[in-house]
């Protein structure tokens, strides 16, 4: 987790600090570029969110490559649950 602690030591003089991560998530990008499965995204993207929220109160992520990951899985990574029909 080299890249999340050399972001929070950047973030230490901040006044409030937010720490952005990403990871690819389409087939693609998992099969091509991180020789991952779908499970071994979804866990490395929950341990670096546990990780990073030690030490930063507020942790976002982003999907790289969303517009060709599967909407299903796509929420998956985001945390939501795939509804049917969703309510906007």
Known sequence: MLDVDAAV???KPAASSRLHIFLATSDLHLQAK???TREQ????IG???RY???SVAE???SA???GRTDLEYLCQCAGWRWM???RF
Do not use: S
């Not at 995204?41 to 490395?44: D, S």
């Open 9 to 11: 030591e950047a973030l």
């Open 34 to 36: 991180l020789k991952m």
């Open 41 to 44: 995204a979804l866990e490395a």
């Open 47 to 49: 341990a670096t969110i």
């Open 52 to 54: 990073g929220r030690q």
């Open 59 to 61: 942790v976002e992520f």
């Open 64 to 66: 790289e490559d969303a």
């Open 84 to 86: 049917p029909e969703p």
